[in-house]
T-cell receptor
Framework: NAGVTQTPKFQVLKTGQSMTLQCAQD?????MSWYRQDPGMGLRLIHY???????DQGEVPNGYNVSRSTTEDFPLRLLSAAPSQTSVYFC????????????FGPGTRLTVT | AQKITQTQPGMFVQEKEAVTLDCTYD???????LFWYKQPSSGEMIFLIY????DQQNATEGRYSLNFQKARKSANLVISASQLGDSAMYFC?????????????WGAGTKLIIKP
């Protein structure tokens, strides 16, 4: 049981480049989400999904796209990277029907130069 | 207004002492819950403890307990007999409403350093 996995662990991009952060979970969780973590701040929600085919915006969605074609996968796309998107990104999942615990991936540290 | 406030940016505590990390919250919803997560220097987020607004007793998980005071809107984390491995960032988070597709609201965190 791998839980929540994220790839890559580290990434450096140049301004204007695009890329996709991958997230997968094997717990059959309906809910998946993406957060960013910046120094001195709590986690901020970027996008979330309550099931395949359903996504919605969180607190800081600008510059990011998501899709949820399967229960397991929830990729985050950076359309045109900006230095302000330098951050640590966490993917998380939880069940909508049992337990409140949210499970986190190990994080992706992204630097945009 | 901040919904979750952690007033201690950093704390130093002597090993084996008890630690209390503060968390105050703001909500008008009668159904809500408070979470505590630990983030060690390695970066992963580790779930510690959860308390629902309707739970009658304070939650406990091993050395962790939640001092839940609804009237004061506080949900402080208490760590008994601190250990060097407790050094980490600690985050308080809240869910609001009875709906299952809630979004968590996070505090800014407290950096705890345990001194030997």
């Amino acid at each position: 049981n791998a839980g929540v996995t994220q790839t890559p662990k580290f990434q450096v991009l140049k301004t204007g480049q695009s890329m996709t952060l991958q997230c997968a979970q094997d717990m059959n969780h309906e809910y998946m989400s993406w957060y960013r973590q910046d120094p001195g701040m709590g986690l901020r929600l970027i996008h979330y999904s309550v099931g395949a085919g359903i996504t919605d915006q969180g607190e800081v969605p600008n510059g990011y796209n998501v899709s949820r074609s399967t229960t397991e996968d929830f990729p985050l796309r950076l359309l045109s990277a900006a230095p302000s998107q330098t951050s640590v990104y966490f993917c998380a999942s939880r069940s909508l029907t049992s337990s409140y615990e949210q499970y986190f991936g190990p994080g992706t540290r992204l630097t945009v130069t | 207004a901040q919904k979750i406030t952690q007033t201690q940016p950093g704390m130093f505590v002597q090993e084996k002492e008890a630690v209390t990390l503060d968390c105050t919250y703001d909500t008008s919803d009668p159904s809500y819950g408070l979470f505590w997560y630990k983030q060690p220097s390695s970066g992963e987020m580790i779930f510690l403890i959860y308390q629902g607004s309707y739970d009658q007793q304070n939650a406990t998980e091993g050395r962790y307990s939640l001092n839940f005071q609804k009237a004061r809107k506080s949900a402080n984390l208490v760590i008994s007999a601190s250990q060097l491995g407790d050094s980490a960032m600690y985050f308080c988070a809240m869910r609001e409403g009875a709906d299952s597709n809630y979004q968590l609201i996070w505090g800014a965190g407290t950096k705890l350093i345990i001194k030997p």
